[in-house]
């Protein structure tokens, strides 16, 4: 626990806590600005839950921003050490270097937690704000589908474990933060262009984008994908921390 708060206070003279709230109400903000100005084109009809077609604009939303977020807290998380030279600093601490890199995971998975908490509260929030300041649109009149929510949550937490794990290991082997980010965000362009190619869930890159428009009864389809998921993340996982352990030296 010492290592993890040692690690989370870097952070604190960063950009990444402004950018886990700002990023988090970003789409919230959206949907709700939106939906308030052309109320009459989100009106639903008799007997129509409202909180389907939004959920599905919210779920989307975390599709496209969450990993692009995942994505700039690896890049400034690792960053630091780049920037301050502070990896060999580290290394002579009396602490193994597997407890660095798992370290470091941690804050990053505890960021990317934060974020998709947040980014959901707020998106139920300003859909229940919406059915209080416009009764029309109707929202107060259905229940949140929390389990269509914590499903979507679980599949897609998973669906980007392989890009976290292999932008990890690509941002500590490379010191340029703009390189790293960059691969990263080229290999999103190319799951996003691509999704609908049949070979395309072999790219890591591409798995957050094959949960658009989510809907529970596709979950048997995305099977074959979760275990290619998971294969990778195994992969990445050894293949990384083996390097980092063995090879590695700032």
Known sequence: MKLFYTEFIKLKN????????????????????????????????????????????????????????????????????????????LFTLPISRGRIYFGKLLVIFAMVICFFTLYLALSVLSGAVLGYAVPDLGFSKFPVAGMHIFRFVTEFFISILPTVFLQYWLSFRLKNLITSLGIG??????????????????????????????????????QRLFLINAVYTVLFVMLSYKDFVKRFRG
């Open 14 to 89: 960063t950009f990444a806590l402004w950018l886990t709230l700002l990023g988090a109400l970003f789409v919230p903000l959206i949907l709700f600005t939106t939906y308030l100005s052309d109320v009459k084109s989100f009106v639903p009809g008799h007997g129509i839950n409202p909180w389907d077609d939004f959920l599905v604009r919210t779920l989307n939303g975390c599709c496209f921003f969450s990993i692009g977020f995942a994505l700039l807290i690896i890049g400034l998380t690792i960053h630091i050490e780049h920037k301050a030279s502070g990896w060999k600093h």
């Open 185 to 222: 965000l080229g290999g999103l362009m190319i799951g996003l262009l691509l999704k609908s190619w049949k070979f395309i869930i072999y790219l890591p890159y591409a798995a957050p984008f094959q949960l658009l428009n989510y809907k529970e009864e596709d979950a048997s389809s995305h």
